[in-house]
């Protein structure tokens, strides 16, 4: 990196901090969740951020004088998570490469480089992320209790083991315990790290939700499960008042009942139990593990326009192709383009460009949007700091 570029954005002091501060303890966040806390935005959108003037800046804040990705400079990451259908363990300092696979990213991106530069102590973020699980099974916390099948998972043989519910749960737990079991521990992934400066659990970020979503028995318990998941981890972690951030689902925005598009999919009701798990959590709990409990919303976040472009890309990808089957005329391909606004509907130069630079995934991964990814992990790392000064 050019070190001018580095003073411009880390500061002297930062700049000529060691790598282990002497005297400061170790703050250790954890990220936890499905496959958007994994991270699915490539580094190549990450240039678009600055065609928004409102975003042009955070490019200074991401970027070095080469145009590449920074790494922060006394922040790192550990992260257990699933490539390829097989459990890895990656580490190193926090940049790109702990999202999908080596040039994606998640939350943790953003959150990292905001901590790194905000914070005098080295920072910690152990991330424990697996697509396609759920709260109500996968990740089900102990105080939820056995899992209750629905009358149709029942009929279809659906139910899952006792072995399957709260896996991820207990694998999550196991992983932060061994990265944090001694100083040799903390050492493989922090080189500099003394036991005599110590470190401190200083805040812990869920982001999941889609597969609870798209299922309605799931969703009638999320809110119970997720406050039982929060006093189970601060009783399992032995840290009774440890700042707990939920990540709210925001593909479609923050009013997805305005969208033009999959309207079946019941993302508000969803949201809402999200928001009332935090609402209701001091109330539902006992005395020593109230308190410091937040929401983040990423709908903010989620690119409207270029979901837009999504839409157009796969609803009229679907036409054609019932065209080229017979099972489509002409007539009615015409009248979906126009009840849906699609012109003709073919991708014009503009919105073939935009897809090209600022997408990278699907809308459910909030399209693999770098200006997504990286402004909800700061917004998430903003948040956490405020958390800490109560």
């Known amino acids: 990196m050019n070190q001018g570029r580095f003073l411009s954005l880390f500061g002297l002091s930062a700049f000529l901090l060691q790598v282990n501060?002497?005297?400061?303890?170790?703050?250790?966040?954890?990220?936890?969740?499905?496959?958007?806390?994994?991270?699915s935005a490539h580094k190549k959108t990450f240039a678009a951020i600055g065609d928004d003037p409102k975003?042009?800046?955070l490019l200074e804040e991401i970027l070095d004088a080469d145009g590449e990705p920074v790494e922060a400079h006394n922040?790192?990451?550990v992260c257990?998570?699933?490539?390829?259908?097989?459990?890895?363990?990656?580490?190193?300092?926090?940049?790109?490469?702990?999202?999908f696979d080596d040039e994606r990213i998640g939350p943790e991106y953003g959150f990292g480089?905001?901590?790194?530069?905000?914070?005098?102590?080295?920072?910690?973020i152990i991330k424990a992320a697996w697509g396609g699980k759920s709260l109500a099974i996968d990740f089900r916390p102990p105080g939820?209790?056995?899992?209750?099948?629905?009358?149709?998972?029942?009929?279809?043989?659906?139910?899952?083991?006792?072995?399957a519910t709260g896996y991820y749960y207990r694998q999550m737990i196991a992983?932060?315990?061994?990265?944090?079991?001694?100083?040799?521990?903390?050492?493989?992934?922090?080189?500099?790290?003394?036991?005599?400066d110590g470190y401190e659990l200083s805040g812990f970020v869920w982001f999941q939700g889609w597969n609870d979503m798209c299922n309605r028995h799931h969703i009638s318990q999320y809110t119970d499960n997720m406050i039982h998941f929060i006093v189970d981890v601060r009783r399992d972690l032995e840290s009774p008042k440890l700042p707990f951030i939920v990540g709210v689902l925001g593909v479609y925005g923050t009013d997805p009942e305005s969208r033009r598009f999959d309207k079946g999919l019941p993302v508000t009701t969803f949201r809402k139990t999200q928001f009332e798990a935090v609402k209701n959590y001091d109330s539902k709990v006992e005395a020593?593990?109230?308190?410091?409990?937040?929401?983040?919303?990423?709908?903010?976040?989620?690119?409207?326009?270029?979901?837009?472009?999504?839409?157009?890309?796969?609803?009229?990808?679907?036409?054609?192709?019932?065209?080229?089957?017979?099972?489509?005329i002409r007539e009615d391909y015409q009248k979906e383009c126009a009840k849906y606004h699609f012109g003709d509907g073919e991708m014009t130069a503009e919105e073939q460009a935009t897809w090209d630079r600022c997408s990278s995934n699907a809308e459910y991964h909030y399209l693999g949007s770098g200006k997504t990814f990286v402004r909800f992990g700061k917004a998430l790392a903003e948040a956490m700091l405020e958390v800490q000064k109560n």
């Open 113 to 124: 480089l905001y901590m790194d530069r905000s914070l005098e102590e080295p920072v910690l």
């Open 21 to 39: 501060v002497i005297g400061h303890p170790l703050k250790v966040y954890i990220l936890a969740g499905q496959s958007n806390m994994q991270g």
């Open 75 to 77: 922040g790192w990451v």
């Open 175 to 196: 992983f932060i315990k061994e990265t944090l079991k001694d100083g040799a521990s903390i050492r493989k992934v922090v080189p500099e790290y003394q036991e005599s």
């Open 288 to 328: 020593k593990y109230r308190g410091n409990v937040i929401s983040v919303d990423s709908g903010p976040f989620y690119e409207l326009g270029l979901s837009d472009i999504y839409w157009k890309r796969r609803m009229t990808g679907e036409w054609k192709r019932r065209l080229e089957r017979g099972e489509m």
């Open 144 to 163: 939820a209790g056995p899992y209750l099948p629905s009358e149709v998972e029942k009929e279809k043989g659906r139910v899952p083991t006792q072995e």
């Open 55 to 57: 975003t042009a800046p």
């Open 80 to 99: 257990r998570t699933n490539r390829g259908g097989e459990q890895v363990t990656l580490d190193g300092k926090v940049k790109v490469g702990y999202g």
